[in-house]
């Protein structure tokens, strides 16, 4: 049985979490299950860093 998970630990993403990014024209932003969404960017690579990011908040 894994060890539970302690809620700020930043290596897991919270439940219920799942990132994506999704194409606006020639922008990029990243997207979230909960509702949350990244600004829109021109990099791809930016937009999952975003999604990185939130994963860890």
């Known amino acids: ?5 302690h809620p700020a630990d ?3 993403p919270a439940p ?3 990132t ?3 194409e606006r024209g020639s922008f990029c932003l990243a997207v ?3 509702g949350w969404s ?6 791809r690579d930016l937009a999952r ?4 990011r939130h994963n860890a908040e």
Request: aromatic share 0%.
């Open 16 to 18: 219920g979490h799942i």
């Open 32 to 34: 979230c299950s909960c």
């Open 1 to 5: 049985m894994p060890a539970p998970r």
């Open 49 to 52: 860093r975003d999604a990185t």
């Open 10 to 12: 930043p290596a897991q």
């Open 38 to 43: 990244g600004p829109a960017r021109r990099s």
């Open 20 to 22: 994506s990014t999704a």
